[in-house]
Each structure stands twice: as C-alpha cells, then as structure tokens.
C-alpha cells in the first residue's frame, strides 16, 4: 500500500476577519445606546479604510481577503502535502463574511437616513450584543473550528 500523506491544518485566524468582527460587534454596543436615547450614532468606519467614500477600489483595503483565499488554496494545492476539509470551511466562512461586510459598508454609503435608521437600531442591538452574530457565529466558530483542525494539543 502506498504512503498517504496525513492531513493537517493550514489555515489559522485571518486577522483582518477578526479585526473587522470585534470591530463591528464594539461599534453595535455603542450605536444601541446611542439609538435609544437619541445619541448621536458613529457609522462604522472599518478598522484600515482611508476615509474616502469616492475611492471605490481603498474601500476594499479594509476587507482583504487574501490571507484566508490563499491558506483555502494551501490547504488544496498539493496531494503530498494536504490540509484538512475543516481549512476549506473555515478559510471560505472568513472570506465570506469579509466579502459581505464590504458588500454592506458599499451599499451603506447610498442609502438614505430614514432607511438606515428604520432597519439598524433592532440589528445593532443582536449584533452589539457578547453574545452575538459577530462573537458566536464569526470568530467563536472559527475559532473552535480551527483548534478542531488542528486535532490533540
């Protein structure tokens, strides 16, 4: 019987992903407040953007996702050296919330005051929460998922 390669993990905690996660969650903690007492609200501005709603391709900056694109591929690329299916999920689950955080923050920069506020103060205040989307379904999960891949310490 021929040599089978073991599998293991590749693909660690993308630090933009997580950056961009306890961002997000800390910025909703204190938009609740600020939305039920009148406050003024911060826009979430992520952690790394330049600041210029006009420059289409410097909002990308923030939501790089190349550091997890490349473990996915890593962990793919060669039969002699293989990841483990859990890289391919947890490199695609950090991409994909990359990818649609930054669909958001762009659509956000169109839409008008009384849309945003109708549909935010109900969302902030699941996603602002400890143990929320942003904590317990992004970094939490990926977080175990990873240390699940990387089997026995």
């Known amino acids: 019987m021929p040599d089978v390669a073991k599998p293991v993990s590749?693909?660690?905690?993308?630090p933009v992903f997580q950056r961009q996660l306890?961002?997000?969650?800390?910025l909703c903690q204190e938009q609740e407040q600020q939305l039920r007492t009148g406050g003024q609200i911060r826009w979430m501005r992520p952690t790394g953007w330049n600041g210029n709603p006009f420059d289409h391709t410097g909002m990308a900056t923030p939501f790089d996702r190349s550091k997890s694109n490349n473990d996915a591929v890593r962990a793919i690329e060669s039969p002699?050296?293989?990841g483990v299916v859990q890289d391919?999920?947890?490199a695609c689950t950090m991409v994909d919330y990359l990818?649609?955080?930054?669909r958001?923050?762009?659509a956000r920069m169109t839409m008008n005051r009384s849309r945003r506020f109708a549909h935010l103060a109900g969302t902030r205040h699941g996603q602002g929460s400890s143990l929320g989307v942003f904590k317990e379904c992004g970094i939490e999960f990926v977080s175990r998922s990873i240390k699940r891949a990387?089997?026995?310490q």
């Open 104 to 106: 958001s923050f762009r």
């Open 88 to 90: 391919i999920i947890n």
């Open 99 to 102: 990818a649609v955080m930054e």
């Open 150 to 152: 990387k089997g026995p």
């Open 22 to 26: 306890e961002r997000v969650q800390q």
């Open 80 to 82: 002699n050296t293989p």
């Open 10 to 14: 590749k693909v660690d905690m993308d």
